[in-house]
C-alpha cells in the first residue's frame, strides 16, 4: 500500500461522522476532497530515514493534515475566498460560524489523533502547540502586511516562514523523533523541513500570478493586496 493511499484511509478513519452532522460534514469537506499530503508524506519519510518504521508516523501526519486543514478553513474566511482545492470553501458551503467550529475542531481533533504515538508524545505535543502558536503570528503579520505600502524582503522571509514553513520544518522534525533519530539527523532533517517550506511557500505564491488554476482563484493574492515576494 502506498504512502498516499495509507494517509487517506487514516484521515476517513479519524474523521468519522459524528453530530451534530453538519459540524462534521464541515470537518470533513476539506481533508476528504483530496489533496497532495506533503506534510504527513514528509513526516513518514522522516521517520524511514533515520532508520525507524513509517507507519508509526502516521498519526502524528494526520494530525500535521488536519492542523493544516484548520488553518486553510480559517484563512479562507479571512480572505473571503469562497472556493479551495476545486469545491466551495467551508464556509461557503456550511456557512461562517459553522466554518469557525469545524477549524476550531479540527485543531482539537489534531491532538486527540497525535496523542496516540508512542514515541516521545510529550515533546511532539510541545513542538505541535508552539508550531500552532507560530503560524497564527505568521498569519497576523500577512494580514499586517496588506495595510503596509512596503515590505522589507527579510520581514517577508520571516513571515513565511512562522505560516508555512514551520509546518514543514516540524513534521521532518517530528517524523524523525519518531524514527528514533540521532541529534545530528533530526536537527538536519529540521533543517530541510524548513527551507523546502520556504521554498514551497515561494513557489506557490508564483504560481497563483503565472500558474493555471491551482484550487483556487489564480490571482487572488494580488486582488487581495498581498505583500507576495513577487510584489516586494
Known amino acids: 500500500m502506498d504512502r498516499l493511499k495509507e494517509i487517506n484511509e487514516a484521515i476517513e478513519a479519524y474523521l468519522q461522522n459524528g453530530e451534530p452532522r453538519k459540524l462534521y460534514q464541515a470537518m470533513q469537506h476539506l481533508p476528504l476532497a483530496g489533496g497532495k499530503r506533503l506534510r504527513p508524506i514528509l513526516a513518514i519519510i522522516s521517520c524511514e530515514a533515520v532508520g525507524g518504521n513509517g507507519k508509526k508516523a502516521i498519526p502524528f501526519g494526520v494530525a500535521l493534515e488536519l492542523i493544516h486543514t484548520f488553518?486553510?478553513?480559517?484563512?479562507?474566511?479571512?480572505?473571503?475566498?469562497?472556493?479551495?482545492?476545486?469545491?466551495?470553501?467551508?464556509?461557503?458551503?456550511?456557512?461562517?460560524?459553522?466554518?469557525?467550529?469545524?477549524?476550531?475542531?479540527?485543531?482539537?481533533?489534531?491532538?486527540?489523533?497525535?496523542?496516540?504515538?508512542k514515541e516521545n508524545v510529550g515533546i511532539l505535543v510541545k513542538n505541535i502547540a508552539t508550531m500552532a502558536r507560530e503560524i497564527c503570528e505568521g498569519q497576523q503579520m500577512d494580514m499586517s502586511f496588506e495595510e503596509m505600502e512596503e515590505v522589507s524582503e527579510?520581514?517577508?522571509?520571516?513571515?513565511?516562514?512562522?505560516?508555512?514553513?514551520?509546518?514543514?520544518?516540524?513534521?521532518?522534525?517530528?517524523?524523525?523523533?519518531?524514527?528514533?533519530?540521532?541529534?545530528?539527523?533530526?536537527?538536519?532533517?529540521?533543517?530541510?523541513?524548513?527551507?523546502?517550506?520556504?521554498?514551497?511557500?515561494?513557489?506557490?505564491?508564483?504560481?497563483?500570478?503565472?500558474?493555471?488554476?491551482?484550487?483556487?482563484?489564480?490571482?487572488?493574492?494580488?486582488?487581495?493586496?498581498?505583500?507576495?515576494?513577487?510584489?516586494?
Request: aromatic residues 8%.
Open 71 to 117: 488553518t486553510l478553513v480559517h484563512d479562507d474566511i479571512m480572505d473571503r475566498d469562497e472556493e479551495r482545492r476545486g469545491i466551495p470553501s467551508v464556509h461557503k458551503k456550511f456557512g461562517e460560524a459553522t466554518a469557525i467550529l469545524a477549524g476550531d475542531a479540527l485543531f482539537a481533533k489534531a491532538f486527540e489523533v497525535v496523542s496516540e504515538v
Open 154 to 232: 527579510e520581514s517577508f522571509l520571516k513571515m513565511i516562514e512562522k505560516k508555512t514553513a514551520k509546518m514543514f520544518e516540524h513534521a521532518a522534525y517530528g517524523g524523525a523523533i519518531i524514527g528514533g533519530g540521532s541529534d545530528e539527523e533530526t536537527l538536519a532533517l529540521r533543517s530541510y523541513g524548513r527551507n523546502l517550506g520556504m521554498a514551497f511557500q515561494i513557489g506557490d505564491d508564483c504560481l497563483d500570478v503565472i500558474g493555471k488554476k491551482i484550487g483556487k482563484p489564480v490571482g487572488s493574492d494580488i486582488r487581495e493586496g498581498k505583500k507576495t515576494l513577487m510584489f516586494i
